[in-house]
């Protein structure tokens, strides 16, 4: 057990353009959620999955963000033209689908957009 | 809409002292509260977490105490050490854990020698 794996760390990228990140998740684990944190705030929620079904949406993720987990084990988050306010850290977590059970994060991917 | 709200926003506390972070909630559905530690360049990690069918939990050096008729929680640090300087963060969820959280906006906790 690795723990949650996400790639790469770090990002820098030109507005407009399109960003894709990689979350491996912890392997026994069927809940993968993704969230996004900004400087001196706590993580929000963007959505999660429950195996390969992405079962909830947060008004956060707007139509330039997409996520998939296709054959419900790795996931990518995708934006699409990138803008400024896109900057934060993007952090992917993992658990089990049981009762009281605990989220596992990454040590997420620091989008920068310039 | 923020639904966890998360007090004070820094807090310095003297070695050996107790750091005490509260945090009120919105949404009576939440039945799962959790905190995570944050250190900086990491993801947080869970530290100790409660359900409202208990007014207290303790484990080592950390307590979470529940009011749910005020819809209120708090972490407190016992025996502050410099490597407890860190974020933390409070959390809220329904269905017993089973859903996304909602987290506070954080605490940022110095902890002088």
């Known amino acids: 057990d690795t723990g949650v794996s996400q790639d790469p760390r770090h990002k820098i990228t030109k507005r407009g353009q399109n960003v894709t990140f990689r979350c491996d998740p912890i392997?026994?684990?069927?809940?993968l959620y993704w969230y996004r944190q900004t400087l001196g705030q706590g993580p929000e929620f963007l959505t999660y999955f429950q195996n390969e079904a992405q079962l909830e949406k947060s008004r956060l993720l707007s139509d330039r963000f997409s996520a998939e987990r296709p054959k419900g084990s790795f996931s990518t988050l995708e934006i699409q033209r990138t803008e400024q306010g896109d900057s934060a850290m993007y952090l992917c977590?993992?658990?089990?689908?049981?009762?009281?059970?605990?989220?596992?994060f990454g040590q997420g991917t620091r989008l920068t957009v310039v | 809409q923020q639904q966890v709200k998360q007090s004070p926003q820094s807090l310095i506390v003297q070695k050996g002292g107790i750091s005490i972070i509260n945090c009120a909630y919105e949404?009576?559905?939440?039945?799962?509260f959790p905190w995570y530690q944050q250190f900086p360049g990491k993801g947080p990690a869970l530290l100790i977490a409660?359900?409202?069918?208990?007014s207290e939990k303790k484990e080592g050096r950390f307590t979470i105490s529940f009011n749910k008729s005020a819809k209120q929680f708090s972490l407190h640090i016992m025996d502050s050490q410099p490597g407890d300087s860190a974020t933390y963060f409070c959390?809220?969820?329904?269905?017993?854990?089973?859903?996304?959280?909602?987290f506070g906006s954080g605490t940022r906790l110095q902890v002088q020698p």
């Open positions: 392997s026994e684990h069927n809940r």
């Open positions: 409660i359900r409202p069918d208990v």
């Open positions: 977590a993992s658990s089990r689908s049981t009762q009281n059970t605990e989220a596992f």
């Open positions: 959390a809220a969820t329904p269905d017993t854990g089973r859903r996304a959280l909602t």
């Open positions: 949404n009576t559905a939440f039945d799962y």
